[in-house]
């Protein structure tokens, strides 16, 4: 049993797919049409606050004091500050004075963050350990304190105080940096530029770059956003420039006359919040554009998936149960997924299939061929966005489709399911015997010592050497083969009729596979549970199964007894099939469990 | 778990220590003429000198730092430059308001963000799009323009609450829940935000992760998976947030503070700074990275109370 049959998988197209897939910043800006408006907006803005001497009628300063107050007039279309000044005038020239130190901070910020982000990620070694102690470090600073610190230091000038905010939200960019380039250094196509000897600045510059580029473009929006937030704050509450015209400091004096002229407070209060907004709305749209979210598709909610089920009862006009007793008898079932946008998609296009009791079903077929789909239709356990669009799926002659929540779920309670990998498939955060016990304490009533002594039962009988041990342990203090073992315990545990295993081996090492599938088969022996197995090797088939059904783009092109179909195929997709599996070779590396603390970078 | 709160501890000593050190050598370099500035122009070249002896500053940067360390470590921060207060003191009469703001914006924040977030990404649908939109503009409005809004119409205009002062618990129960309570809104809006986009977003994670699939074909009931195994899944992203946004806190107070005349913590900072009163700026330093440390302790403490892997790393 060790033979694996070599099925092309989506796996190896992703590192292409992350190429071809190049940021194109203006049309995905261009593509969301709140982002494009945010975008418009934005550079109207700026566009207005640079040629402020330009366009602005009157100088900042400019004052007729006995026009204070006055409200808008030809010339002067925003009225009359507290000091006679022309509101417009002040507001255009303010805001080179508000955006000009949000330019600041970001330049500060990005000179610091990007270069020390590339070295961190590109080299990593002590400059990455250092790097990062500096990062955590002033990132557990309150930036206000240490602005109103560095203010007693530096004295009360805004523009210092902006290249102190741009060390101050440096990590930020750092950590984007260094996450996104430590995590290409890897990839195939910067080591075969590596091979191939180009100097590091190139490949930092040609793959490293264009990888970063996006997330710093939406890192600059949402960072301005929060500079000029905080400039206009520490303005506002009176620590700023002096006379020095600002958005903020024109809130600032807005504010306390506000009963005379309430105006004033809403149009630097507009700059400001438009500005703010059109950034934020700007970054949140090149991201959702770039990740394609947000046409994400919508989950139904609980309303919809009653008018579904209603709406399917009434077009089929209930189905007769025409006298199948199998364990399992699934006829012409479809599945279909919901698109962001056009039609739904069907991916198991009319499927028949029967298990008996103890029988060792096999479903076999390449990536993508719907067999996973067909089992997660049985299951109740379609993702997100995938339903089951017609047929029908009696286990022991009960209906499932459109039975309602209820009903489906005591037809299911003659199923244990056994998943692909052993590791995401334990709650993290329960220990074994916590989550093992729960199916019989909380759905068949079973004391907490009931159920304890029940699943060290099943432990020792899915051939685990110490059930106690393992019984208090978490996950992640126990193998991938032992947690697969854990696994088929778990399926056992409601005393199922019919276990419906999706590729139950493909995760795990070679030798502890045959464990596995030994443990499968002498289940059925000892209990006569009927099982379907889902997979892609078609050792394992030839190995475990009494029957085999051959699946391929959403149908069962052939079916029958294992040493029939697989030593007189009379298909031809299932004579490639066979003829693909080489001898002695393992296609997919065993499972390693990912590391924690890569997510923090993400 | 206990070599765990270990390592923790020592790293936050020494994280005290070189923001301790850094802040002081930052402001010593930039007072260099304290006593002139204390006496006057007018006052003579050994009056100046002798203030700043009386003071310490003669010495070495190293020895006055040393000095200051061994008395800070004792709880002893020195006296105020310039009122000759004491910092503990000064500080210690300030801290309630700055507490009451803190803990009020916690609750509310943890509370309401948890609740929204869990019910927008366990019922999606048009909760779940309100959610999405608040997020979005919790975060793209400035925080102090929000406080002004509010100011405006609950204070001036509808008169609901005083637009400023502050009445301490002790006085009357009443008058401190109205003082207090606009503020806390003003704070807490943008956190509520933050937490319930983040909590909306890990309940969806979690929810479609393989473990709760496969509880789910045990015939657990929907409720016990929910309450049980995805809430606890998805909590512990939600604290780091709410961590992370007490250090903004103490800089959203300042502001809050400013604005509501609350004779706070940060309305001190403000006016100490100002003066540039280097042993009550290094107090208030030292406190804000003290509360920065603890909350950080709570935040690990609780991630790895709800997450076990998260103890050994």
Redesign the interface.
């Known amino acids: 049993m060790s033979q694996q049959a070599v099925i092309p998988t989506e796996e190896a197209d992703a590192v292409g797919a992350a190429q071809t897939k190049a940021p194109g910043i203006l049309r995905a800006i261009a593509s969301r049409p709140l982002a494009l408006a945010a975008a418009i907006v934005l550079l109207l803005i700026v566009v207005a606050v640079v040629l402020a001497p330009v366009i602005a009628p009157f100088g900042p300063n400019d004052a007729i004091p006995r026009n204070a107050f006055q409200g808008p007039q030809p010339g002067h279309w925003l009225g009359f500050d507290t000091a006679g000044r022309d509101v417009l005038s002040r507001l255009l020239h303010g805001g080179q004075n508000t955006l000009g130190g949000a330019v600041i901070a970001l330049l500060v910020a990005l000179a610091i963050g990007v270069p020390s982000g590339l070295l961190a990620g590109y080299y990593g070694g002590w400059f990455d350990s250092a790097s990062n102690w500096v990062t955590n470090?002033v990132?557990?600073?309150?930036?206000?304190?240490v602005l109103?610190?560095?203010?007693?230091?530096?004295g009360?000038t805004v523009w210092v105080l902006m290249v102190v905010l741009g060390f101050l939200v440096a990590p930020s960019f750092f950590r984007l940096v260094r996450g996104a380039v430590a995590a290409v250094r890897n990839e195939l196509y910067v080591d075969a530029a590596r091979v191939a000897g180009l100097p590091d600045w190139r490949i930092i510059g040609r793959h490293v770059l264009t990888v970063v580029r996006a997330p710093v473009i939406i890192q600059i929006a949402l960072v301005a956003?929060i500079a000029?937030?905080?400039q206009?704050?520490l303005e506002?509450?009176?620590?700023g420039s002096g006379n020095i015209p600002t958005w903020g400091a024109m809130?600032n004096e807005a504010?306390t006359s506000?009963?005379r002229a309430?105006l004033l407070?809403v149009w630097p209060?507009l700059a400001?919040?438009l500005t703010?907004?059109a950034?934020?709305?700007l970054a949140?749209g090149i991201r959702d554009a770039l990740d394609d979210r947000g046409a994400e598709v919508?989950?139904q909610?609980a309303r919809e998936r009653r008018d579904l089920v209603d709406e399917r009862r009434r077009e089929r006009g209930g189905t007769p149960a025409d006298g199948r007793g199998a364990l399992l008898s699934i006829r012409g079932l479809r599945v279909a997924y919901r698109q962001p946008s056009g039609p739904d998609v069907e991916v198991v296009h009319g499927v028949d299939l029967d298990v008996e009791p103890g029988q060792i079903v096999g479903l076999v077929g390449e990536s993508g061929s719907g067999k996973s789909q067909t089992a997660f239709s049985v299951?109740?356990?379609i993702?997100?966005g995938g339903y089951i669009a017609g047929g029908s799926v009696l286990i022991k002659g009960a209906e499932l489709v459109d039975a309602g929540r209820a009903r489906a779920?005591a037809g299911?309670?003659a199923?244990?399911?056994v998943?692909q990998?052993p590791m995401?498939?334990?709650?993290?955060?329960?220990t074994i015997g916590a989550?093992l016990t729960?199916?019989l304490r909380?759905?068949r009533r079973m004391s907490r010592a009931q159920a304890r002594a029940r699943i060290l039962e099943l432990l020792a009988a899915v051939e685990i050497a110490d059930p106690e041990r393992v019984f208090a342990s978490?996950p992640?203090e126990i193998s991938g083969g032992m947690a697969q073992r854990v696994?088929i315990a778990?399926?056992l545990?409601?005393d199922p009729e019919l276990i419906i295993a999706d590729e139950p081996t493909t995760a795990l090492d070679v030798t502890v596979q045959a464990e596995v599938l030994g443990i499968l088969r002498r289940l059925r022996d000892e209990r006569g549970v009927g099982v379907l197995i889902v997979t892609h090797n078609l050792g394992v088939v030839a190995d475990l199964c009494d029957r085999v059904a051959v699946m391929s783009d959403g149908r069962v092109v052939e079916r029958g007894d294992v040493s029939q179909v697989l030593t007189a195929p009379a298909e031809d997709y299932t004579k490639r099939l066979i003829g693909a599996v080489p001898d002695e070779t393992i296609v997919r590396a065993p499972w390693r469990e990912p590391a924690?603390?890569g997510k923090e970078n993400s | 778990m206990l070599a765990f709160l270990a390592r923790r501890l020592g790293a936050s000593v020494v994280?005290l220590f070189?923001?301790s050190f850094v802040?002081f050598m930052?402001?010593s370099?930039?007072?260099q003429d304290v006593g002139r500035q204390l006496l006057g122009i007018n006052a003579s070249p050994e009056a100046v000198a002798a203030k700043n002896a009386s003071l310490g500053l003669d010495r070495p940067l190293l020895v006055q730092y040393a000095d200051w360390l061994v008395r800070a470590a004792q709880g002893d921060f020195g006296r105020s430059w310039f009122s000759s207060e004491y910092v503990t003191v000064a500080i210690g009469n300030r801290l309630p308001v700055t507490l009451s703001l803190v803990i009020g914006v916690t609750v509310l924040t943890a509370v309401v963000g948890y609740l929204l977030g869990v019910w927008a990404g366990v019922?999606?649908?048009g909760i779940d799009r309100f959610v999405q939109v608040f997020s979005?503009?919790g975060?793209?409005?400035?925080?102090?323009?929000v406080t002004?809004?509010i100011v405006?119409v609950f204070a001036?205009q509808l008169r609901w609450f005083p637009a400023i002062g502050y009445i301490p618990i002790t006085q009357s129960v009443g008058g401190w829940l109205s003082t207090i309570t606009l503020p806390v809104i003003a704070l807490s809006i943008s956190a509520i935000a933050g937490i319930a986009q983040q909590v909306r977003s890990s309940v969806i994670e979690v929810a479609?992760?393989?473990?709760?699939?496969?509880?789910?074909?045990?015939?657990?009931?929907r409720r016990?998976i929910l309450f049980?195994?995805v809430l606890?899944?998805a909590s512990a992203p939600a604290l780091t947030v709410l961590g992370m946004q007490f250090?903004?806190l103490?800089?959203?107070a300042?502001?809050v503070e400013?604005?509501f005349g609350l004779p706070g913590i940060g309305a001190m900072?403000?006016q100490y700074?100002?003066?540039?009163?280097?042993p009550v700026?290094m107090g208030?330093?030292m406190l804000?990275?003290v509360g920065?440390?603890i909350i950080?302790l709570l935040v690990d403490l609780g991630i790895g109370w709800?997450?076990?892997?998260?103890r050994?790393?």
Not at chain 2, 139 to 145: D, I, T, V
Not at chain 2, 208 to 221: K, N, Q, V, W
Not at chain 2, 306 to 310: F, H, N, R, V, Y
């Open positions: 470090f990132m557990s600073l309150p930036a206000m304190i109103l610190a560095s203010r007693a230091v530096l009360p956003g000029i937030g905080l206009a704050g506002f509450i009176g620590i809130l504010f506000f009963n309430p407070l209060g400001l919040g703010s907004a950034l934020v709305l949140a919508r989950g909610t299951l109740g356990i993702p997100e779920a299911r309670r199923l244990g399911y998943p990998e995401s498939n334990l709650d993290p955060s329960f989550q729960e199916p909380f759905g978490y992640h696994l778990g399926a545990s409601t924690l603390s | 994280l070189v923001t802040t930052l402001l370099l930039a007072n019922r999606r649908g979005v503009a975060y793209a409005l400035p925080g102090f323009l002004i809004v405006i001036v479609r992760a393989d473990y709760i699939r496969t509880l789910a074909t045990r015939g657990l009931p016990l049980r195994h606890r899944n250090v903004g103490l800089g959203g300042v502001i400013q604005i900072t403000i700074t100002t003066r540039g009163d280097v700026i208030l330093v804000s990275a920065v440390v950080n709800l997450l076990p892997k998260a050994i790393s």
